[in-house]
């Protein structure tokens, strides 16, 4: 598994986690229309109904949540195990990197020449 296989992978379970947030927010629009059909059948009072339509719908978009932090930390250990860098790993060497040039650059510049001072006799 190459870096853009996994790269690739990532992204196909973000999608599918969005995904999931967007189907529960969808609901979320058409939860009064459901409180309201609810009410009318006399099944729940209308604030009731939508009380309990706001809690699922929560509990959906917290098991949404988790699932993509599940997945992405899943991912991760495979990516170590693989001996694949993550792009954390890359923005640290980049880091490092640019430290070590700037240091080199300081290194390679000329130095003023120290001004010789003669001492009285």
Known sequence: M?????????????????TAVGAVALTAERADALADELAE???ARRDEARALIDDVSSRWRGDATRLVEK??????????????ATKDDL???????????????????????????????
Do not use: C, K
């Open 71 to 84: 997945a992405g930390s899943t991912l991760d250990v495979l990516f170590r195990e693989f001996g694949l």
């Open 2 to 18: 190459d870096e853009r296989d996994s790269a690739g992978l990532r992204e196909l379970v973000e999608r599918i986690a969005l």
């Open 41 to 43: 059948r006399g099944i």
């Open 91 to 121: 923005e640290d060497l980049e880091l490092r990197l640019a430290q070590l040039e700037l240091r080199l650059s300081l290194l390679e510049e000329p130095q003023p020449e120290a001004e010789t001072r003669v001492s009285p006799p």
